[in-house]
């Protein structure tokens, strides 16, 4: 069950079955408690939570932005995808690096968000297997890493051709504005 907490618009899943009836719920972002229930009404989502932005007008809004998420875990997939919810974004989704390489060379993403740590294919390669392909020269990579030597990590991914890089430890709002940077989106 998705959730979005009605006081920041934050969103979290939960287990359906973990929700009881007329369950309380307390947001861990801004503290905030709401009520939910089983089947029941979620919180209200509004259709633009606070602080969100369109994009820009124009020619670059006409379309919906790709993003690809190439993760091997499932859980970090759809965290990531129920993170940039609110952004609106077209996010396609794959398991390892041969598949997202297929994946990204297909969809030509305007956004490809990497795991270093994949398997078939690992995201050095990966991305340095992107940034040999001239039709994907426009596709920004945001490489990151669940265990990772802080700099070391981080300048071998710059150098596999890495616009950004982020630890798996982020905060939802740290990634989105990472994403809103690197798609050049107004927060």
């Not at 369950?23 to 861990?28: F, L």
């Not at 965290?79 to 398991?95: G, H, K, N, Y």
């Not at 992107?130 to 490489?143: F, M, N």
Request: charged share 30%; net charge positive.
């Amino acid at each position: 069950m998705l959730l979005r907490c009605p006081q920041c618009g934050a969103q979290y899943r939960v287990p359906e079955d973990r929700i009881k009836a007329a369950s309380r719920v307390r947001c861990p972002k801004c503290n905030a408690t709401f009520s939910v229930g089983p089947k029941s009404p979620e919180a209200p989502i509004p259709a633009r939570p606070p602080g969100f932005s369109a994009p820009e007008s124009g020619a670059a809004a006409e379309r919906r932005r790709k993003v690809v998420i190439v993760e091997d875990a499932r859980f970090f997939r759809e965290l990531i995808r129920d993170v940039l919810q609110p952004l609106d974004l077209d996010v396609s989704e794959a398991a390892d690096g041969v598949a997202g390489l297929a994946l990204i060379l297909r969809e030509r993403p305007d956004l490809a968000i990497l795991d270093l740590n994949l398997p078939g294919m690992n995201g050095y390669d990966l991305m340095r297997a992107v940034r040999a392909e001239s039709q994907l020269r426009h596709t920004r990579l945001l490489a990151m890493s669940g265990v990772y030597r802080k700099e070391p990590d981080q300048v071998e991914a710059e150098a596999a051709g890495a616009d950004d890089f982020i630890g798996k430890s982020f905060t939802p709002d740290f990634l989105l504005e990472r994403v809103r940077r690197l798609l050049g989106l107004s927060s």
